[in-house]
């Protein structure tokens, strides 16, 4: 398993001298110490509205908010990212569970031929910290920009001070950037998402979450993600997990993600939650058997099915 000392985290200069401990802190909680993020994603209640949490495929136990938080509890994962209401409505319960804050959302009601995306911030960065003050285990905080959007520059200018906010106060940042609006051809352009991550890591960002490429001229996704992680430099890369699929599919394409395309992580969230608690909790523990200790697929799977077990 990868260990990354504490003296080896690369910590950014935007960072105050009486914050620096608690950004290491956090930053080492975040990543369990292996300077590998596995995020589990819980934003999406805003963003895809019930869509993801009721309906055919999807166990009944995701309809109940709670689900999320006991998966967390009882799973492996990195951080649990959330909506403010959400993460304060339950963290009392769940004390435990590393929460990154999602500053913004929209729904998925407006298309883009309407108009461009737009994901405004919903609080103020005084409002994370009084959660903080109040006792939740809160390690960061998440935003989304869509460039490409007309409004680019609105979502680029609130996260550029939040990241320069978060860093001050000692906490992580980790952008969800997304190719999206009118003058965007192709979301999934591997060329396109490398400007992503750059545009994340200028932005001061210590992760970027993006969706993986679509396969081209022979190139895998992976292969082609590489670019992606190279753009990034020290801004780690973690790739979406997208809609549910079976979880030998999920944890091959994870695998290579991270060996062949150079990512540093995961962000995931309805290949994980959709499922009953008992399956969801085995697969967090596979996905950072993978994410944080470098296991194969074949043991991850083993993990998943019952057959084996995952701790650190």
Known sequence: MPVLKREEVKVPAGVSAEARETYLDNYLKATRGTGRLMLFACDQKIEHLNDDFYGEGIDPADALPDHLFQIGDQGVIGVLAGQRGLVAAYAADYPDINYLIKVNSKTHLVKKDQDDPYSPQLHSFEAILELINNGVNVVGIGYTIYIGSEYESQMMAEAGELIAQAHAAGLIVCLWVYPRGKAV?????????????????????????????NAKDGQTPAQLLHQASMASGRCGLVCAGGSTVDAQTFLTQLYQQIHVGGARGNATGRNIHQRSLAQAVRLTKAISAITLADAEVAEALAIFEGDADFTL
């Open 185 to 213: 051809a192709d979301e999934k352009d591997a060329h396109l998402l490398a400007g992503a991550a750059g545009t994340a890591l200028c932005l001061g960002a210590d992760f970027v979450k993006v969706n993986p490429p």
